[in-house]
């Protein structure tokens, strides 16, 4: 089924109730993937679960009209990455892989040696619809604006733990630290290009609730750190015991 087109809609999907479409989707639809009336697609929209739904065509309209619930809504995982901003196009490939890799919220965090702007996060979240389209993901995730890190560290929810990739010290392994841990909801934090000040070190170290990993002897490009650290996070905290949605 992996074959069949999947769209992320907003609309609520129940059985023959027609959701009719925006014209970029309708355009995709149409003229993109050249799909005619009656053509079968997947849709979802993060909380009715994925529906088959049959391709509906007026003109230059297109609309889906839900025959069949195929998967029922699962909750993702609590997991929150905050990062760094850094260049625009690196930026764009940390929030596609953090889609994939599971991120329910991505919440950007200006760091004194921060180089970017700011970052749009409406841009972020039709980046991340498409990437959870692609991945199979039955929900999108949420991307925030920016905040400066000592804010996002304020309005934490303290009862989970938020691993801070630390390359400036003597942090214990990831792996180590999460041997043994449960499937919680937990965060990630991964600096700049040039890394976190001695001042913010020092204010993550006195966080009780902020751990500091180490991704091993060499310095990881941010990008590279956020996609090492989820991956140990979901093969050994997360879903990666699941197998992948045949579809
Ligand atoms: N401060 C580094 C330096 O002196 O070159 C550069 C920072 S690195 C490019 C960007 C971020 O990736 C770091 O702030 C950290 O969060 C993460 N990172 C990179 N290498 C790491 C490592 N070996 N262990 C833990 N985190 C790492």
Redesign the pocket.
């Known amino acids: 089924m992996s074959h069949v087109a999947r769209l992320f809609v907003d609309a609520d999907l129940s059985q023959g109730a027609l959701v009719p479409l925006e014209e970029g989707q309708s355009k995709y639809l149409l003229r993109v993937m050249r799909l005619e009336a009656g053509a079968i697609l997947r849709a979802f929209n993060g909380r009715d679960g994925e529906w088959l739904c049959r391709l509906q065509v007026n003109g230059k309209k297109a609309a889906l009209e839900p025959t069949e619930q195929v998967r029922p809504q699962e909750a993702g995982l609590d997991l929150t990455l905050l990062f ?1 901003p850094i260049k625009k196009t690196r930026t764009d490939f940390i929030v596609e892989k953090a889609s994939e890799l599971g991120v329910r919220t991505i919440q950007p965090v200006i760091t004194e ?1 921060t180089q970017t702007s700011r970052v749009r996060a409406d841009r972020l979240q039709s980046l991340v619809i498409e990437a959870a389209e692609q991945t199979e993901r039955m929900d999108i995730p949420e991307v925030c604006n920016d905040l400066p890190l000592g804010k996002a560290l304020a309005a934490w929810d303290r009862s989970k733990p938020l691993y ?5 010290s003597a ?1 214990r392994p ?1 792996v180590e630290v999460l041997k043994g841990d449960l499937p919680q909801a937990a965060g990630l ?8 000040s001695p001042r913010e070190r020092e204010m993550l170290r006195a966080l009780e609730f902020v751990i500091s ?10 990008e ?3 996609v ?2 989820l991956t140990l996070w979901q093969a050994l905290v997360g879903d990666w015991d699941k197998g992948p949605y045949l579809a």
């Open positions: 760094a040696y801070y990739c630390d390359e400036g942090a990831m934090l991964v600096g700049p290009e040039g890394g976190f990993v180490t991704l091993g002897p060499r310095i990881l490009r941010a590279t750190a956020v090492s650290a």
